[in-house]
């Protein structure tokens, strides 16, 4: 006997990297399917023969991501210090700072599944473990800091992961 779930569904590859992916996950047939958000992502900047490329959406909301992530760990490494140093009245401000970089690196991440067209069930379901796990460690005041910090890095890897999966076969870092 076979389960729904047991059945293979019919397979196409990712335009960009030609991982395989589930006909579901791609989408129409008239659409560009891409594995991860990164892909499609990636897809969409236009490099010329020189290696360069012109900023366009794509570019910059990838930029808003790593921004707000850096920022994030920053606000951390400082409050860490801060905390050490026995400065707790400027470690809790920064503390609700750094809550703030969270939900904005969050929000941001799923803005760019959204505006490249790669949110799918499992985006969504990673998406909202990743909220939960964030609700649960601020409201019982559990070290948010890195925690908040882990769960992002962990959600940005996963809308990301063909890239790195490139990279390391590759040996090294990928050129964009």
């Given at each position: 006997m076979t389960w729904w779930w047991m059945t293979r569904l019919p397979a196409s590859s990712c335009q960009r990297c030609g991982v395989r992916i589930s006909t579901a996950a791609a989408g129409s047939v008239s659409q560009p399917s891409f594995c991860s958000c990164g892909c499609a992502a990636l897809a969409r900047i236009p490099v010329d023969a020189n290696g360069n490329f012109p900023i366009n959406a794509h570019l910059l909301r990838l930029i808003l991501v790593g921004a707000l992530y850096f920022n994030q760990l920053l606000v951390w490494a400082v409050s860490s210090v801060l905390i050490h140093q026995e400065r707790l009245v400027t470690a809790k401000r920064l503390s609700k700072v750094d809550l703030i970089l969270a939900v904005a690196v969050w929000v941001s991440i799923l803005v760019v599944q959204k505006c490249e067209h790669v949110f799918r069930r499992?985006?969504?379901?990673?998406?909202?473990?990743?909220?939960?796990?964030?609700?649960?460690?601020?409201?019982?005041?559990?070290s948010p800091l890195p925690t908040l910090a882990a769960v992002n890095a962990a959600?940005?890897?996963?809308?990301?992961?063909?890239?790195?999966?490139?990279?390391?076969?590759?040996?090294?870092v990928e050129k964009v």
């Amino acid at each position: 006997m076979t389960w729904w779930w047991m059945t293979r569904l019919p397979a196409s590859s990712c335009q960009r990297c030609g991982v395989r992916i589930s006909t579901a996950a791609a989408g129409s047939v008239s659409q560009p399917s891409f594995c991860s958000c990164g892909c499609a992502a990636l897809a969409r900047i236009p490099v010329d023969a020189n290696g360069n490329f012109p900023i366009n959406a794509h570019l910059l909301r990838l930029i808003l991501v790593g921004a707000l992530y850096f920022n994030q760990l920053l606000v951390w490494a400082v409050s860490s210090v801060l905390i050490h140093q026995e400065r707790l009245v400027t470690a809790k401000r920064l503390s609700k700072v750094d809550l703030i970089l969270a939900v904005a690196v969050w929000v941001s991440i799923l803005v760019v599944q959204k505006c490249e067209h790669v949110f799918r069930r499992k985006d969504l379901a990673l998406a909202l473990l990743s909220a939960v796990i964030m609700a649960t460690v601020v409201l019982r005041d559990l070290s948010p800091l890195p925690t908040l910090a882990a769960v992002n890095a962990a959600l940005l890897i996963w809308n990301f992961r063909s890239v790195f999966r490139r990279a390391a076969e590759n040996g090294s870092v990928e050129k964009v």
